[in-house]
């Protein structure tokens, strides 16, 4: 119960932190999974399913108020129920996929809740400004919550409960081994769905030369993501200082042609 319990706060906390302050980053898949996972005592099954599903998300962002999965969520709820299961952490963390995945997608139908409930508490929070009662408008505020966390908290608290009973160990026994390596290779491949859709918002004409030496690095050169990242770190710092650079000395030479014209002096009028 008191796993089941953390569960629920963390997805709660997780939604609070995308509403708002978003300071402890638990939107983020891979840190949900891996708060999840140390909850229920897996740390590497909550990291490995974060981080599938955080590939997954790669550019996938909410803009102009657009519904997405819920992957925080999903990384929570594919944790808890994966954890339960037995295995090595390959087929735990595709059960966990094949759970986290469809919840991420069923939890996005359910966001028009909170963005139609509140607005009878925004009405009610405006009549409360004009009267000015402070208390009632902060109560309108935190009330405003409550649409947004109950559709994560109901679910994350039943596939908390699961932890103590021997559900998933019995589907997961009962699911033939195809199936298992199926889901596995599966959750291989959405990796490179979430890398796909992520290029198609980059400038990638433009910076194609960085995109190959990516490549080589890591396909020739056998160089690790974390090797790549830092490789890339210095090349990004001297792109940007150029850049900037480059649109100083611009600045700079436009000015004196923009330069307001002088008065003209009393000798040259009366000339």
């Not at 959405?190 to 030496?213: D, E, K, N, Q």
Request: glycine letters at 10%.
């Amino acid at each position: 119960m008191l796993e089941a319990i953390l569960l629920t706060v963390l997805a709660c906390v997780a939604m609070f932190d995308a509403l708002g302050p978003k300071t402890l980053m638990l939107t983020r898949p891979l840190l949900s999974g891996t708060a999840a996972g140390l909850i229920v005592g897996h740390p590497t099954l909550g990291m490995a399913i974060g981080a599938t599903l955080e590939l997954i998300a790669l550019g996938v962002y909410t803009y102009g108020g657009a519904t997405i999965p819920d992957y925080q969520t999903g990384a929570i709820i594919g944790t808890a129920l994966a954890a339960t299961g037995t295995g090595t952490i390959p087929a735990q963390t595709a059960i966990g996929i094949a759970v986290g995945l469809p919840a991420a997608l069923l939890l996005a139908s359910l966001d028009p809740i909170g963005r139609f409930l509140p607005t009878f508490l925004i009405h009610r929070a405006d009549q409360y400004a004009v009267e000015g009662n402070a208390r009632g408008l902060a109560r309108m505020h935190w009330l405003g919550l409550v649409p947004w966390l109950l559709p994560r908290a109901i679910p994350t608290f039943l596939a908390g409960l699961a932890l103590n009973s021997s559900t998933v160990t019995n589907i997961q026994n009962n699911i033939p081994e195809g199936l298992v390596n199926g889901l596995t290779f599966t959750g291989s491949l959405l990796p490179a769905v979430g890398f796909a859709m992520l290029l198609t918002i980059m400038p990638l004409r433009s910076y194609w030369y960085m995109l190959l030496i990516g490549f080589v690095l890591f396909a020739y050169l056998k160089v690790p993501l974390v090797g790549i990242a830092l490789f890339g770190l210095p090349i990004a710092i001297m792109f940007v200082l150029f850049a900037n650079r480059g649109t100083a000395e611009g600045t700079a030479a436009e000015a004196p042609a923009t330069a307001p014209a002088t008065r003209p002096t009393d000798q040259e009028v009366t000339a």
